[in-house]
Structure formats: C-alpha cells, structure tokens
C-alpha cells in the first residue's frame, strides 16, 4: 500500500512544513562543498553534520527532512572509485540520519505536543545535478525519456526501499525529466513524490515548458502526491503557485531560495537577514494556494522556525 504523508499530515493540520536548505546550511557549519558530490560528499566525511541539521529543522518546526541523496549518484560516486554497493549503502545512510534525527526528536514527548510525528523524503535530484555543470538549472540535456529512465532508475530503487516515507523528486528543470520519473515510478507502486520544479520566471520551468502545463499532466499520477516548485526566486513563487493550482487538484508545494543576492563574481551571497521577510511571503504564498511551504538555498531553521510559527495554526 502506498504511503502518502503529506495527505496524512494535512488532514490535521493546515500546512506541512518542509525544512529548509542542506547544502548551504552544511557550509553554514564548516563543511567544504567545493566538489562535484557537493552536499553528498558530506555523508563520506561528517555524516554526523547531516544529522545535526536534520534534527535542527525537525527542532525548528519542520514536518519533513529531506535527505542528503540530491546529488548521490551511482556515476557520481563512481567518478570517485567507489563500487555499485558502497554507493548503495552511502544513499541508504542519507536516509538512515534523517530516521534517526526524527526518531531521536519524537522520543521526547516533549516535542509531541501540538505536532504531528514527522516524515522522511528522499531527495531525487535532476540528471543535470549529476553533470555539475550548470545544466540543472537548464535542462537542455538532449536526451529522451528512455535514456533518463535509465539514469534515474537505478538510485530511486535504492531509495525507494531505503526507509525514506516518499520521494522528493526536485529542482527538475523541463518536462521531460518529470515525465520520465513519473513514468518509473510505476516499477514501485508502493512509494509517492512530490515533483518539484525549478522555474526562470512566474510562469515557465527553467527550460520553458508552462509550469500549468506541467502540473496538469503530473496531477493525474497517483503517486505524484504534491506538485511545484523550488531552487527559485521568491517573487515568482505567488504566479506560479496560482498558475499550478488553477491547473490541478493535486497539493501545491513552494520552497524558494532565501531571496538573498548572489554575487558571481566574488561567489558570495549577501548575507542579509532574511528570515522576517521570507516568513511574510510564505503567508502570500499560502493565501495563493500552498499547502506545503519549506525553504531551499540559503534557507536555514530559523527560517523554517518563522514559517512554522506563522502557518501551523
């Protein structure tokens, strides 16, 4: 039988809050990123930093943590000399510091009071997070639904039975990968997703198809439980939410970046606070039609504390 904790949780509760970022968090804390495994090279080195950003959002209010798989790949890994199963197991080990900071969260009943037990999603991120080279945030990969199928199926039937409640399949920049993750999930009928997708404006993904079209062709998947987007900037959250939620029933799901700048020439961000901010627009957002509200890049728990403590009323 398919789980589906987002219904679940918004059966009781008018929001689900998701956490925020991970990698840029870990940098936050001291860990060095500068690698083609970018947040996934954290689980070789300081797993235990991964576990402790997980139990900060579960502590800052979020309902979800999503895992540090985004950019673990079988090709990924194997570009650094590991074998299929120490690959395997570094992806079910994303998963397993996720359960572990929830479990250890929830064995306080303290933290029980006027919450929900929390979930786990497994983050899928894009072919392109594999290349590292910028095309995430494109999607002109040239390749056919087949040939993507292939590439994602290997790590999603690890993931699938890692543990984790669901997939988070995001940052997705085109159709067409969605349409090929949608089309796997059938070969394991007994995990949902959410499919989240990057966008370049308040109306297309970063590869131009309309985010419209896209949530209209997503919404009629049974196991596509929450559609939207992320990794985008905040003042096109309110257009896009409201062209996806005109286009289907299924739950809309927005977490932007912080709304920070950043600098490419010095590769910096500003460093301003944005937490007061970005709290205020996930009410906009909210008001728009999300149901599942969280943070991306530059997001941290005091973020995700502000949305909590507005919208879990």
């Known amino acids: 039988m398919m789980q589906n904790p987002i219904a679940t949780l918004l059966e009781t509760q008018p929001i689900v809050v998701l956490d925020g970022a991970l990698a840029t968090e870990l940098e936050r804390r001291g860990a060095d990123l500068r690698d083609p495994l970018w947040s996934a090279k954290v689980l070789m080195e300081a797993p235990h930093l991964i576990r402790e950003v997980h139990a900060d959002y579960y502590a800052a209010g979020a309902d979800c943590a999503t895992t540090a798989s985004y950019q673990a790949t079988f090709e990924g890994f194997a570009r650094r000399g590991l074998s299929h199963e120490a690959a395997a197991n570094l992806m079910r080990l994303s998963v397993a510091l996720a359960i572990e900071a ?100 308040g109306e297309h993904t970063n590869h131009g198809e309309r985010l419209a079209d896209c949530a209209a062709l997503l919404g009629e998947h049974p196991q596509v439980v929450a559609i939207g987007v992320n990794c985008t900037a905040p003042q096109y959250i309110p257009d896009l939410i409201q062209a996806a939620r005109a286009a289907t029933d299924t739950p809309i799901l927005a977490y932007p ?48 504390r502000e949305v909590a403590a507005g919208l879990r009323i």
Not at 154 to 172: H, K, N, Q, Y
Not at 269 to 288: G, I, K, Q, V
């Open 102 to 201: 929830r479990d250890a969260f929830w064995a306080d009943t303290a933290n029980r009071v006027g919450r929900e037990k929390p979930f786990v999603a497994a983050s899928v991120g894009p072919y392109g997070a594999f290349l590292a080279d910028g095309s995430e945030y494109r999607g002109d990969y040239g390749l056919t639904v087949e040939q993507l199928m292939d590439f994602h199926r290997p790590r999603m039937t690890v993931l699938a039975s890692s543990g984790a409640d669901m997939l988070a399949c995001e940052t997705i920049p085109c159709l067409i990968e969605a349409q090929a993750i949608a089309r796997l999930l059938r070969e394991f009928p007994t995990i949902s997703t959410w499919i989240s997708f990057s966008a370049r404006d």
């Open 257 to 304: 970046n912080s709304g920070e700048s950043y600098d490419p020439t010095t590769k910096s961000w500003s460093e301003e606070d944005t937490c007061p901010a970005f709290a205020n627009d996930a009410r906009l957002w909210h008001e728009a039609g999300a149901r599942v509200i969280g943070g991306c890049c530059r997001t941290t728990p005091e973020h995700i």
